[in-house]
Every structure is written in structure tokens, then in C-alpha cells.
């Protein structure tokens, strides 16, 4: 097993950093997710919106990037 970054302190940053954190993709819907979620940190840590991250999920159909193309003023 790899050494743990020292950031990697809770159980979702711990979740994170094995499952997420440094591994590329060229999945398109996880990319999405993740850019997403890196904006909605703003004036948060990074925990917090890992915290928040299944709300997020559901907030927005999983990050379908089609689907939300389709949203107008009442989601759709």
C-alpha cells in the first residue's frame, strides 16, 4: 500500500485520497463531477463538500452532464 498524503485525515478525505484523489480519467461524467465539485468549494474545505457529495449527487441527477444540459428555470 501506497503512503497516505497527510491532508488525508477523516474518513472522506481518507475515501478521497484512495479512491479518487491523483488517479487520472477520461470519463466525462467524472470529470464533470469533479470539476463541479471544485467550484462549489469556494469558501469551503475540501472535507466539507466531501461531506455533501451524495446531496450533490442527487441535486444534480449524478452529475449527468446531459441531463442537466436540459434543466431550464425548474430543473426540467
Same mark, same amino acid.
Given at each position: 500500500? @501506497? ?5 488525508? @485525515? @477523516? %474518513? ?11 488517479? %487520472? @480519467? ?51
Amino acid at each position: 500500500m @501506497t503512503a497516505r498524503c497527510s491532508w488525508a @485525515t @477523516t %474518513p472522506e478525505l481518507i475515501a478521497y485520497h484512495d479512491q479518487i484523489w491523483g488517479r %487520472p @480519467t477520461t470519463d466525462d461524467q467524472a470529470l464533470f463531477k469533479a470539476l463541479s465539485l471544485e467550484i462549489m468549494q469556494g469558501g469551503l474545505s475540501w472535507e466539507t463538500v466531501l461531506k455533501k457529495a451524495d446531496d450533490f449527487d442527487a441535486a444534480y441527477d449524478g452529475f449527468d452532464y446531459q441531463k442537466i444540459a436540459r434543466y431550464d428555470r425548474y430543473k426540467y
